[in-house]
């Protein structure tokens, strides 16, 4: 039991290092603030606008795998008799 | 009536695919051949412990950590693009991209996102060995997510290990390492990673050699050269080892794009290379006895060597593949006629097989199984109206491949003669051959593109080789919307090159003298 808590202890001082350690680092940066600016509006466009209004799943209009299995067969073969 | 899916569909849909790709590959090869150059030069400091190796280190770093955060993500859209755009490709692979698509976002995420924080801000919080572990494992974590890219894209143009599921309609995945080992899948893992190197090693050089126009920073700009030319050297050797077998691979399994990438219309045996050539734009119709060259400077039966390895190899023309008949290794080849009566029947032994299958006619669905499964090598070919249609953009594959070896082969002159003036002391001194190495600059990057256009135009019509093209692939969407969303990304990645140029001309002439230590 004493060892197991001796290995939260440890465990617990270890991830407060690595959360340290990436904190001191954001808090460091100079260039590094406006890139991640950039990454940050980037995938907020790239998500939330581009995904959510233009790039729907097109299949995801059908509810069901197997719906969509059969609209993918159908398009297949149609497309070939066109 | 099924309405018929529109040509401009087909043509906008993969124009936004293309842009999306090659704006996504101005910032890949960099942030993989500067992810060599920087951990080398973090190893010479390691190793010697001298703090000018650190400094020179820590400017090229800044530099692969602007190009990769304004890159980062910008291939996601490539996978919106598969599910909006290419739906019913997406459903007809999703088991075969899938693996390798989560094992390259389990990567990218635990590697790169891992060892990227140490590189940053881990000087002087780890040990030296501990950063350069985390230096090259960096560089290492960003090649594993381009191999699982690239095995899903060597996958296409030779898919390999799966097997289609009528009940499903999608090919499933039964030998996973024919699909990671395939000799198309080595070949381009290698070649591209190697041919990334160059375009770092390109940009190293002319960055450097604009320091030494300038008259700054002479020690680091000479000492990056030095590296750079080094690397660039091996990797540009490499890539004409990894080009050659790409080249046989090609031969092999694309022999369409081969053709095209020669212009040939009639092929047999001892077949010349064309080394410099100018196509005849007089040239209409494959089949209309017009010479396709109208000047070119050929090398003596090098085609046949490189295609089979042998001068009196038999390398197929356009008109030779469209119309068969000629020898392969398994007999005959088929003409495009039957192979296209091939495909017809396997797309409608799996519409009789599905119709067996409502009806719980066990007997028919056997029979149209096998029906499927013999014919299904050619099932894409059942979507193939004209011969012709399998003949991609011949000048665009023609040019774009004589541009990429050409420049290759610059690359090769352009790093010995970087050494060699290095070693003899005369970069500095002559600004002419400074001009050159700073106009080199982008030449890396025509280089990369010009490469995809060959493996990726020249596959044409295929989304999967044989198996599926473009035209059956794409969504039913209203061509509109896809034009509206190609210039959504075109103003988008335009503004993200915009950035990634200006912040980083930014940071090259504040030179790495202003580093201090820090390359956040």
Redesign the interface.
């Known amino acids: 039991m004493y060892c197991l808590f001796n290995q939260l202890i440890v465990m617990a001082n270890y991830c407060k290092e690595i959360f340290l350690?990436?904190l001191?680092?954001?808090k460091?940066?100079?260039?590094?603030k406006?890139?991640?600016l950039?990454?940050l509006v980037?995938?907020f466009?790239?998500f939330f606008i581009?995904?959510f209004f233009?790039?729907?799943?097109?299949?995801s209009k059908f509810e069901t795998d197997a719906k969509?299995?059969e609209y993918?067969?159908n398009?297949?073969?149609?497309?070939?008799?066109? | 009536m099924?309405e018929?899916?529109d040509t401009s569909l087909i043509d906008w849909s993969r124009a936004q695919f293309a842009l999306t790709a090659m704006y996504h590959w101005l910032f890949v090869p960099l942030t993989l051949g500067l992810g060599i150059i920087m951990a080398i030069m973090e190893s010479i400091y390691v190793k010697t412990g001298n703090p000018f190796w650190k400094r020179t280190a820590l400017f090229w770093i800044?530099i692969f950590?602007?190009n990769f955060?304004?890159g980062?993500?910008?291939g996601?859209?490539l996978e919106?693009?598969f599910?909006?755009?290419w739906?019913?490709y997406?459903?007809?692979v999703g088991d075969i991209f899938g693996a390798p698509l989560a094992i390259e976002g389990i990567f990218a995420f635990f590697m790169e996102a891992t060892f990227i924080?140490i590189l940053?801000?881990?000087w002087d919080?780890v040990s030296k060995r501990t950063h350069l572990i985390a230096n090259w494992l960096t560089g290492i974590g960003a090649t594993l997510s381009a191999l699982w890219i690239l095995i899903a894209n060597a996958w296409m143009q030779y898919p390999v290990g799966m097997a289609f599921n009528p009940d499903?309609?999608r090919n499933e995945m039964v030998d996973f390492w024919a699909i990671v080992l395939s000799p198309v899948a080595i070949n381009k893992f290698f070649h591209t990673v190697v041919s990334s190197w160059i375009v770092g090693a390109v940009f190293v050089v002319g960055v450097s050699a604009w320091f030494l126009l300038k008259k700054r920073e002479k020690e680091f700009a000479l000492a990056s050269i030095k590296i750079a030319s080094i690397v660039g050297l091996v990797a540009s050797i490499l890539t004409l080892w990894t080009g050659d077998g790409s080249a046989y691979q090609v031969a092999q399994k694309q022999p369409m794009k081969l053709a095209a990438m020669e212009a040939l219309y009639e092929g047999g045996t001892n077949i010349d290379l064309i080394a410099i050539g100018i196509l005849n734009s007089e040239k209409k119709s494959h089949n209309d006895n017009i010479d396709p060259h109208l000047w070119a400077i050929k090398i003596p039966e090098f085609l046949s060597i490189l295609a089979e390895r042998k001068a009196d190899g038999y390398v197929a023309g356009i008109n030779n593949l469209i119309e068969g008949g000629y020898p392969t290794e398994e007999g005959t080849a088929l003409s495009v006629e039957e192979k296209i009566a091939k495909?017809?029947l396997a797309?409608s032994a799996?519409?009789r097989y599905?119709i067996a299958k409502k009806e719980s006619n066990q007997a028919e669905q056997t029979i149209q199984r096998t029906i499927l499964e013999t014919n299904f090598p050619y099932f894409g070919y059942?979507?193939i109206k004209d011969p012709a249609d399998l003949i991609p953009n011949v000048a665009l594959v023609f040019y774009s491949f004589r541009i990429m070896v050409a420049l290759g082969v610059y690359f090769i002159f352009l790093f010995a003669f970087a050494l060699w003036a290095g070693k003899k002391n005369k970069l500095d001194t002559n600004r002419w051959i400074l001009k050159v190495f700073v106009a080199s600059t982008p030449l890396g990057y025509i280089a990369s593109q010009a490469g995809w256009v060959v493996a990726e135009v020249g596959r044409q019509p295929w989304s999967i080789q044989d198996i599926l093209p473009t035209?059956?692939g794409v969504?039913?969407?209203n061509t509109g919307?896809v034009q509206?969303?190609f210039f959504?990304f075109l103003i988008?990645f335009t503004i993200?090159f915009i950035?990634e140029v200006s912040?980083m001309l930014k940071?090259i002439k504040k030179g790495p003298g202003v580093s201090n230590h820090?390359s956040?």
């Open positions: 350690f990436y001191q680092g954001f460091s940066m100079k260039l590094g406006t890139l991640w950039i990454i980037k995938l466009i790239m581009l995904k233009f790039f729907p799943r097109y299949l969509k299995n993918v067969v398009e297949l073969i149609n497309r070939a008799v066109n | 099924i018929q899916i800044k950590g602007i955060a304004i980062v993500a910008t996601i859209i919106f693009e599910g909006t755009n739906s019913n997406s459903w007809f924080a940053f801000f881990g919080k499903t309609v495909g017809k797309i799996l519409a599905r059942g979507y035209s059956a969504s039913r969407l919307s509206l969303t959504l988008l993200l950035a912040i940071e820090s956040n």
